[in-house]
């Protein structure tokens, strides 16, 4: 079962949401929580912290136009991403986490329970 996210994991969510895509900078964008590295080979467990947000077509591969060509995270992998883009995600979740942290939305992680 997963877990509830908390009070201020939510309002660093909605804050994440509030950005716009990464991509194209579409409003009201999906939230993909960061879970693979750029620049090597791993997984990084889901974290409500580590969040970007993507349109919906940059996040899910059920969007991609063409199985042969996908613009999606999921179609293509992190690094993948990284490689068409030119956009580090898991940077961009931790850019996006002190920016919460430093703004009050998220306590440190020393202070996370």
């Known amino acids: 079962m997963a877990r509830k996210w908390t009070k201020e994991e939510v309002e660093h969510r909605e804050f994440v949401r509030s950005l ?4 194209s900078g579409e409003r009201n964008p999906t939230v993909h929580h960061v879970t693979g590295y750029a620049d090597r080979i791993g997984r990084i467990p889901p974290n409500n912290r580590w969040l970007v947000p ?3 077509q940059y996040h899910q591969k059920v969007w991609d136009p063409s199985a042969s060509d996908p613009i999606s995270v999921e179609g293509l992998s992190h690094r993948g991403f990284y490689e068409k883009y030119g956009i580090d995600l898991f940077a961009e979740a931790l850019r996006l986490e002190e920016i919460s942290m430093n ?4 306590s440190r992680r020393s202070e996370a329970a």
């Open 103 to 106: 703004e009050g939305r998220l």
């Open 54 to 56: 993507l349109a919906k």
């Open 20 to 23: 716009g895509c990464l991509v």
